[in-house]
């Protein structure tokens, strides 16, 4: 416990902090502060002085004396004090007057180490090297007279760089090395800071002499020149009087010819040395290189549009038809003299949709050139800044104008194809949504008066064909998707990739591996098998790859001179050349047993073959799931269950098969996500498939299922009929609802195929299952 031995009033500071050794004078603009004072003169003039900051008074004050007493200007008493030492603060205790007595007992100070003496010394350079620096030298000569390391230390309570709370804690650090070892690291930090401002300054100051030395240069050097006559009648490219010249050459529209004027007025008020100048001077540059007024003139006869389309790509009807139509209508407006709907262009916003590989990105060019248009293409794919699309404003350094401005510029006329590559791929971070900018790009009532953030200024978008290419249209904004014409590229045949193997790629490929057309001869029967065992896609990017892959090696003969030309390959030399097939018709040998039913999905790749096992084991009743589903495929299991449990009576099953059982559906490929209702129906065949111990029939199948047994309709039925027909299956089993869905796919696959239109499971069980009947009239055979 603490002896105290000495009991003073207490004057709380609120707005500073004293420290030994300091002397200053203090207003007593409180009551408090002045019953304290007066209290004092009955202890000889001694008080303690404790910092009252946030509530709270320290740990620690100071036993100050008042050496006098007055009046500061404006009539308020004030007192003259001197800090003496640091004191613990006791309790408070009974004391003439109102004032507040405590117990304080002062803190002594241990022993001067070397330590102690070396930082006090260090500490003491610093402070003057700071006063020094801010022009204080007289001061810093007067702290050479303090000397004893404590009072070395309480100096920094003159210091207007330390916070009322590092006073604090220098006060309360009672140590004199800890304290010296504080205030020491506060002061190098200051001075650090001293000296980075210093070195800004001086920089700055060269750099504008510098700048002010190569302002006379150039004026001395223009002087010069005018007088040898060099300059003559010609202005420097960049200047007021060639900008002029630029603009009047140009069919600018009012409000930009008016903005740009007022950047030319701009202009010639900024000073060449100013960093405005070259910011102004781009501006203009990049306004002035814009087409203004520049237009293709369209290809209008139709037919020749049509032939080019043809000629470029096989199949794309709808594609090919819609560009037609865009170039029918402008055709009949100039025939007739017509005038366009609210003076906007007749641009158009089409939407590519379809698995990678059918030639989405090269039908952009294709149309370009059908319409006798320029082509650019402006790849979206990763984009997550808003300023890509809609420019930087001028604020920022090195901002530039966004993708479709540069677009523009690069094409040459203000109505060129414009392909948007990757639309469904835009990303949205901190930086902005670019989706949500290409709303106004992509909408006809908007974007005749674009808005780009650089150029400030209405830029018409509404006489360029605006093409965007997705790969899925799930992850498009709803607002966005609702601007575009969607057509859908749902894949190729296998008798539309021979034809585009025959017309497109394989000559392509015979001058990628050096080769003439008269040295190598692929029959149908071998592109066929390598379409069918060595590609399995929507697209023929794998099958270009492959056939590169072919002449390569044919190339390779016929360098080292082992082959007589014509090389011929036939189907029988396709695994000579290829190696061992990569996909088989495996679709017969996986569904052998029970438990398996082949069902259709829809990807990004197109669509796809997939299948649903089950099995059942002894163990607590329940089921599991497998093959990385999502939420909505998982429902689907759940409801499956429930239905083959709810209806086992009517399917021909024993109740007693589910008692102590528990389920397991698995879709294998578990490394790819899956998700989506329409294997619902699938997931119920083969349940029932397990149960009775009757295998499915070599057949694919879809469609959401429902509890009570309906078959509902699904998406993608293009892209999963040609799925199944590129698995080598004959039958699919489709909702009744989708029968009009048919209508879309091509007529030679659905006359090889057979499509069961269903409106309920027990159809479908009628069908699937080898032998088995569950009551329901079987459904004809019959092909849509």
């Known amino acids: 416990m603490v002896d105290f031995e000495q009991t003073l009033p207490l004057l709380p500071l609120a707005s500073g902090v004293v420290l030994p050794g300091m002397m200053f004078t203090m207003a007593l603009e409180t009551g408090e502060a002045q019953v304290a004072a007066d209290a004092a003169g009955s202890v000889g003039g001694r008080l303690v002085l404790v910092p009252h900051v946030d509530g709270r008074y320290a740990r620690v004050g100071v036993i100050s004396e008042i050496l006098e007493r007055g009046e500061v200007p404006g009539g308020s008493p004030a007192i003259v004090v001197r800090g003496a030492a640091r004191s613990s603060i006791g309790t408070a205790v009974p004391g003439t007057g109102s004032a507040l007595w405590v117990q304080v007992e002062p803190v002594p100070e241990g022993p001067a180490t070397q330590v102690i003496l070396d930082l006090a010394r260090e500490y003491r350079a610093v402070l003057e090297n700071i006063l020094i620096s801010r022009g204080a030298r007289r001061i810093a000569e007067q702290l050479r007279d303090v000397t004893e390391p404590s009072l070395v230390a309480d ?135 814009l087409p203004w007024g520049q237009e293709s003139e369209d290809r209008l006869d139709v037919a020749e549009a049509g032939a080019i389309l043809d000629e470029d790509h096989d199949g794309l009807r709808d594609v090919k038809d819609r560009i037609l139509e865009h170039l029918a209508v402008r055709k009949l407006q100039g025939e007739r003299g017509l005038s366009l ?90 930086r902005g949504d670019p989706s949500s900018a290409l709303l106004e790009v992509l909408d006809p009532a908007q974007n005749h008066t674009f808005k780009d953030h650089y150029l400030e200024v209405d830029l018409d978008l509404s006489k360029v064909l605006f093409i965007a290419t997705a790969n899925v249209v799930d992850t498009i904004p709803g607002a966005l998707l609702d601007r575009m014409e969607v057509i859908r590229i749902d894949g190729y045949t296998e008798d539309e990739k021979l034809a585009i193997a025959r017309h497109h790629l394989i000559g392509r490929q015979l001058g990628r591996a050096a080769l003439l057309k008269d040295e190598v001869v692929v029959d149908d029967d071998a592109l066929r098998l390598i379409v069918g065992e060595y590609t399995r896609e929507a697209g023929v990017r794998s099958l270009e790859r492959e056939l590169g892959r072919l002449l390569r090696k044919v190339a390779t003969k016929v360098a080292a001179e082992d082959a007589t030309t014509p090389v011929v390959v036939g189907a029988s030399d396709v695994r000579g050349w290829l190696g061992r097939p990569h996909f088989f018709f495996d679709v017969a040998d996986r569904i052998d047993v029970p438990g398996v039913a082949t069902g259709l999905a829809v990807t990004g790749a197109g669509g796809d073959v997939l299948f649903v096992e089950a099995t059942s084991m002894e163990g607590p009743e329940g089921l599991t799931i497998t093959g990385q589903l999502g939420e909505v495929m998982k429902e689907s299991a759940e409801i499956a269950l429930s239905y083959v449990r709810s209806h086992a009576a009517e399917l021909g099953i024993d109740p007693s098969r589910f008692s102590g059982q528990r389920f397991h559906l698995h879709v294998p490929a578990g490394a790819v996500p899956k998700d989506g209702p329409s294997a619902g129906v699938t997931m119920v065949t083969a349940l029932v498939s397990l149960l009775r111990d009757v295998p499915v029939r070599p057949l694919a199948m879809t469609g959401e299922v429902t509890l009570r047994g309906k078959v509902l309709p699904i998406g993608g039925v293009r892209q999963k009929v040609l799925a199944a027909h590129r698995a080598g299956l004959k039958e699919v089993v489709l909702p009744k609802r989708n029968g009009p869905d048919l209508e879309d796919v091509v007529e030679s696959v659905r006359e090889e195929m057979t499509i069961r239109l269903v409106d309920d499971v027990a159809e479908v069980l009628d069908v699937a299952l080898v032998g088995v009947a569950t009551g329901q009239p079987e459904l004809s055979k019959s092909a849509a």
């Open 341 to 430: 709907v609210d003076g906007r262009g007749a641009g158009a916003i089409v939407a590519l949709v379809g698995p990678p590989g059918v030639g989405k990105t090269s039908l952009g060019e294709s149309v370009a050139r059908a319409l006798g248009r320029r082509f650019v293409r402006v790849s979206l794919g990763g984009v997550r800044d808003e300023a890509e699309i809609r420019g930087h404003r001028r604020t920022y350094v090195g901002s530039q104008p966004g993708r479709l401005v540069r677009a523009l510029r690069d094409a040459g006329t203000m109505n060129p194809v414009v392909l948007l590559d990757e639309v469904d791929k835009l990303g949205a971070d901190f």
């Open 155 to 289: 100096i920094a309570g003159y210091s207007s760089d330390l916070t009322l709370a590092q006073k604090v804690e220098v006060l309360e650090t009672i140590d004199v090395e800890d304290r010296l070892r504080l205030v020491l690291g506060w002061a190098r930090e200051t001075l650090a800071d001293i000296s980075l401002r210093e070195r800004v300054k001086t920089d700055v100051e060269e750099g504008m002499e510098k700048t002010q030395r190569e302002f006379l240069l150039r004026r001395q050097l223009e002087s010069i020149r005018k007088e040898l006559g060099e300059l003559g009648d010609e202005t420097e490219g960049g200047s007021p009087e060639d900008y002029r010249s630029r603009i009047a050459e140009l069919e600018l529209p009012e409000q930009v010819r008016a903005a740009v004027v007022r950047e030319m007025a701009k202009l010639e008020r900024t000073s060449e040395q100013s960093p405005e100048h070259g910011w102004i001077r781009t501006w203009l540059d990049t306004v002035l290189e």
